[in-house]
């Protein structure tokens, strides 16, 4: 054989064929989240401030993709009626995994680890974060290996829950055995540095403060991460964030710039960086607290045990609602980022109500409202009824449009009689998930809070079981309830149970419609204001970052590489 001929065509090929990045070969990437990771566990805290930085370690079976597809992860493939992964009565699904997994320990990962998972959420005493995703599982089994089976108890719509998506990633079972139970949020060594399959594995965390990762070197992809340490920084605020990417250039990514948009434009004209942004289903709201926080019931403030005094009329909630000029707070606060919205379902469309007239603020309206339902203006102004004066405090983060949309708000409840005390929190505390944490949003020790939730699978059902009555904070869950408004309504309790067992998509649509309502246009419990879009900053000189509006802003940190 001519060895110079044989040699031609696979010169050739090389050369046509750009060269593959060497792992960690980008060096160091600067990360910045303004609000600081307290725990790397996102079973123990549903903030993206956790759950971001723990993505880059732990995996799940699936990721939402920017279209609401899904994307194979650790599973081999994504489970379908057709190619048998869903059993045909919807009660089982059967998820395979990628052959040959291993943790960044060198261990190998097994269908046992994603049947322990299951365990360890759903343990009596933990108070999982994310407990919802795994409502109605009977049993996880590890049928080989490779194979795992979820039962639930009765036909699940939809099948795919638990394990999709970020919020719901498998653990090493070897190291979160000993965190059953009660045990799990004491668990520090693991909480704080959990063993992953990610691209990244962490070697140092600072709580509130920082967290360092080296590349993975059991990650299944050779020549994946590009980058060799990562460094995500915290504290600060959105501006300062902003600045350190976009004018001094100190960082290369830095995460919800939630700006006003004309302190943004002149930093993304200086030409250092560029802003990335997707509307996913995040929703900036105002919840209303309905029991009551007075601080002279000591441990019992805000518990179902006692109602809000006057948060629990309809005709004060629906009035606090008219008074909101939402296109106006929209234009001033967000610009493109944000649009106005009377739902906190704004995705997929065939899931949104359409009710819009939330949209026209009505003073004169909210006033005649109350003037019906008896609370009249007292002697300063300030309405009242039965000696119960409508004063109340209104809670958000430290956050400058935060601020200024609560300053906003103030103003047009003061125009109906009401008075409103503000309360700011540093987002690192009031996302936290520590249990003894006084000001958290879920501890919710105030009448009014602000914060934007969102959902991330392209179903909603997860999202509105929040909203039952058994997701109530409380000291038995260790304050890790997502129902934050306390709302407890029998008939939406119903709603959730049937649409549990409604596989017809039409029906579901139409069930999802009225949960929806019964919070936001008929109930007013909770307030929507503003569709947000996640707006992030990176430095010209960073590639691969693209934006996916159902999981978080590191998804895909796998590809990001130096631009050249």
Not at 527 to 538: D, E, T
Request: net charge negative; glycine share 8%.
């Amino acid at each position: 054989m001519n060895v110079k001929k044989a040699l031609v065509p696979a010169l050739a090929l090389m050369m046509a064929t750009p060269a593959l990045a060497e792992r960690g070969s980008d060096g160091d990437l600067r990360v910045l989240y303004w609000q600081a990771a307290s725990v790397l566990n996102p079973y123990l805290s549903t903030g993206a401030k956790d759950v971001d930085p723990a993505s880059m370690i732990l995996e799940p079976l699936a990721l939402v993709a920017d279209d609401g597809s899904l994307i194979p992860v650790l599973a081999a493939e994504i489970p379908t009626v057709e190619n048998g992964g869903i059993a045909e009565d919807f009660a089982s699904v059967t998820w395979r995994l990628k052959p040959g997994l291993t943790w960044s320990d060198g261990t190998p990962v097994t269908a046992a680890d994603v049947a322990f998972t299951a365990q360890y959420c759903m343990a009596p005493g933990f108070g999982c974060a994310v407990l919802a995703e795994f409502d109605g599982i009977e049993t996880v089994e590890a049928v080989d290996d490779r194979t795992v089976r979820i039962r639930y108890a009765a036909p699940k719509y939809p099948p795919l829950q638990a394990f999709v998506g970020g919020r719901t990633p498998i653990l090493q079972r070897a190291q979160f055995q000993p965190c059953l139970g009660a045990a799990g949020a004491s668990c520090t060594d693991q909480n704080f540095g959990p063993i992953g399959t990610g691209p990244f594995r962490v070697t140092s965390f600072e709580p509130g403060n920082v967290a360092i990762y080296e590349a993975n070197p059991h990650y299944r992809d050779p020549d994946k991460p590009a980058f060799a340490r990562v460094t995500i920084k915290g504290g600060g605020d959105a501006m300062a964030a902003a600045r350190a990417v976009m004018e001094t250039g100190e960082f290369d990514f830095a995460w919800n710039l939630q700006l006003a948009p004309d302190l943004v434009a002149p930093l993304e004209a200086a030409g250092k960086g560029k802003l990335v942004g997707s509307f996913g289903t995040m929703v900036e709201r105002i919840e209303l607290n309905q029991t009551d926080p007075s601080p002279a019931l000591g441990d019992a403030r805000s518990t179902l045990a006692h109602p809000h005094p006057f948060l629990t009329d309809p005709a004060v909630r629906r009035a606090l609602s008219m008074a909101i000029d939402r296109p106006l707070l929209a234009e001033l606060t967000y610009g493109p980022a944000g649009k106005p919205t009377c739902t906190i379902v704004p995705a997929p469309a065939a899931f949104t109500s359409g009710r819009d007239e939330c949209l026209a603020q009505d003073i004169e309206g909210a006033r005649a409202l109350l003037d019906q339902a008896g609370w009249l203006p007292g002697a300063d102004g300030i309405r009242e009824k039965d000696g119960v004066r409508l004063h109340l405090v209104f809670q958000t983060t430290v956050n400058a449009v935060r601020q200024d949309v609560q300053s906003l708000v103030k103003q047009w409840w003061s125009e109906i009689g009401v008075e409103t005390d503000l309360k700011t929190i540093d987002g690192t505390v009031f996302f936290g998930g520590d249990s003894g944490n006084p000001d958290s949003q879920a501890r919710f020790l105030a009448d009014a809070q602000m914060f934007t939730d969102a959902y991330y699978l392209p179903n909603p059902a997860s999202f509105l079981d929040e909203f039952v009555c058994d997701r109530v904070p409380d000291d038995e869950n260790q304050w890790q309830g997502n129902n934050s408004v306390r709302f407890c309504d029998p008939g939406f309790d119903e709603r959730m149970t049937t649409l549990n067992q409604t596989g017809a998509p039409e029906s579901r649509h139409r069930i999802a419609r009225e949960m929806t309502d019964m919070l936001t246009a008929d109930g007013h419990v909770v307030l929507p204001l503003i569709h947000r879009g996640m707006i992030s900053a990176h430095a010209n000189t960073l590639a691969g970052v693209v934006p996916n509006g159902w999981e978080g802003s590191l998804w895909n940190i796998a590809d990001w590489s130096r631009a050249e």
